[in-house]
């Protein structure tokens, strides 16, 4: 006989690729976080997608009311018709009086185990939630006690071929793992409170007895109606083979310098002071790749929409009546409302679905923000270049910084990783502001070393003669 355990989908697709298929089928399960991380929603979403299967779905409530989880699903417009809900209160000993003692006794405890259980068994359910654990822990006297009926209770509940999930509420004084340990497979649910902003939301793995996961932190999000889980990326595990392709910028002397165009799957970080012009350089080659028919993705943390809608008014040739191409996506970030795992995944939505050839990050500056807590910026970023390498996808970091590149810095350590670097500076000659460009770095083939003068006009990125030396000299502050 096989004793091969198969996975059960819960119903959110992207969770299910973390837990590589699924909860294992006919196994206890805990899913465990503090109040407001969404167990409840996501025990309701995975009844739901059961009902959706023909399966038989049963919801056991320890603690809230049947008014209270009809609300709940209410909020985001879920039908709960055909998931079973039961309240089981936790009561005292049928025929015996209510406990005026504060400790429980042994057989309130052992009841309400039998109670479940029984109950369980008679449904027939094929998956089953029970919520929440932490009503079945304050009626047990210490944690030897607590264990034996939690063990009692999975060996019954396995005994009746359904799929568990036990929510538990984490509201103990002292953390405890007797109920991590009694069932096979335990999921994590956090929420990281900001200084500003929407707080962020993460789940992980935490063991899947006899089966594989993907280990590690993902974030997560609750919208109306949706559960969504966003899979920390693993830049190994996605390969695409495309034909290889390159970026001119088609500005006269700027391909010159950077020694021909941008090549597949290479990184390129502009850096320099705010005003200088980094993000129009950034969309001279990304109207090239558009030009040529290849989709492009651009991420703007710091302007808004009608602002780069007027720049590709000015850079791609367009009316203020034109839309934009359809081969250019143009998205706004909000870097207080969104996680690290949601940008990245919206960077790979474009990839996989539209077949991005280029991504563009406007400004890494306020990607920082975004991933600040992580206090990983180069492991992350070094993880999405791969993973856009991999893909055959080019990608260009625009950087604001105000002094000289130190790359033990943010955003300038980043340079150590990139492919390319091209630098854009202030300086002053003969009582005037002027700007130059240089390209610092190519990994791919040489480039010229001269630092030549920068125009922005009304017809585009303009490359001048080689500054004199005397120029630089009165080189101004890159914060002006």
């Not at 008679?122 to 944690?143: K, N, T």
């Not at 989709?295 to 943390?301: L, N, S």
């Not at 791969?386 to 950087?399: D, E, K, P, R, T």
């Not at 502001?433 to 125009?455: D, F």
Request: glycine share 8%.
């Amino acid at each position: 006989m096989s004793t091969e355990v198969t996975r059960l989908a819960t119903g959110i697709p992207e969770l299910d690729a973390v837990l590589r298929g699924g909860v294992m089928r006919q196994r206890i399960h805990l899913i465990e976080g503090r109040p407001g991380t969404g167990k409840t929603t996501l025990g309701l979403r995975y009844l739901m997608h059961g009902v959706k299967c023909g399966e038989k779905c049963l919801y056991v409530t320890l603690s809230e009311t049947v008014r209270e989880l009809e609300g709940t699903a209410a909020n985001h417009k879920w039908s709960l018709d055909g998931i079973q809900i039961e309240e089981l209160m936790p009561l005292p000993p049928e025929g015996h009086p209510e406990q005026t003692i504060l400790l429980p006794t042994d057989s309130e405890l052992s009841t309400l185990v039998d109670r479940i259980a029984n109950l369980v068994s008679s449904a027939g359910a094929d998956r089953v939630v029970i919520d929440s654990m932490v009503e079945i822990r304050l009626l047990a006297r210490d944690s030897a006690h607590y264990r034996r009926q939690i063990i009692d209770l999975r060996q019954r509940l396995s005994a009746t071929g359904a799929t568990v999930l036990m929510l538990d509420d984490l509201t103990s004084d002292t953390r405890e793992f007797e109920l991590q340990s009694a069932v096979h497979g335990v999921l994590t649910l956090e929420q990281i409170e900001r200084s500003f902003g929407a707080a962020r939301r993460r789940l992980r793995v935490v063991k899947m007895r006899g089966g594989d996961f993907q280990s590690g932190w993902h974030d997560y999000a609750i919208l109306t109606g949706e559960v969504l889980v966003f899979p920390s990326l693993i830049a190994q595990e996605h390969h695409r083979d495309e034909p290889e392709i390159h970026a001119l910028s088609h500005v006269e002397g700027l391909d010159e310098m950077f020694g021909g165009p941008m090549s597949t799957g290479c990184s390129t970080m502009l850096i320099g002071p705010s005003g200088v012009g980094k993000s129009t350089l950034a969309l001279q080659y990304a109207l090239s790749m558009v030009q040529a028919g290849h989709h492009v993705g651009y991420f703007t943390f710091d302007e808004d929409e009608s602002t780069l809608r007027s720049r590709l008014v000015m850079h791609m040739g367009l009316d203020e009546q034109t839309r934009q191409p359809r081969n250019f996506h143009l998205n706004r970030i909000n870097p207080s409302r969104i996680s690290p795992g949601e940008f990245i995944w919206k960077v790979r939505r474009l990839v996989e679905d539209q077949n991005a050839r280029m991504i563009i990050i406007d400004s890494i500056n306020s990607y920082i923000d975004v991933i600040r807590e992580e206090k990983s910026l180069l492991l992350q970023m070094n993880e999405l270049f791969s993973y856009l390498a991999n893909m055959n996808v080019m990608s260009i970091i625009i950087g604001a910084h105000s002094a000289s590149l130190d790359t033990s810095k943010e955003p300038d350590a980043l340079s150590i990783i990139t492919d390319n670097i091209i630098s854009l500076r202030y300086f002053e000659s003969g009582s005037m502001v002027h700007k130059a460009i240089c390209v610092l770095k190519k990994r791919q083939g040489p480039h010229s070393l001269e630092i030549r003068h920068l125009s922005l006009t009304e017809d585009g990125v303009q490359i001048g003669p080689p500054v004199v030396p005397h120029a630089l000299a009165g080189e101004m502050p890159l914060e002006c």
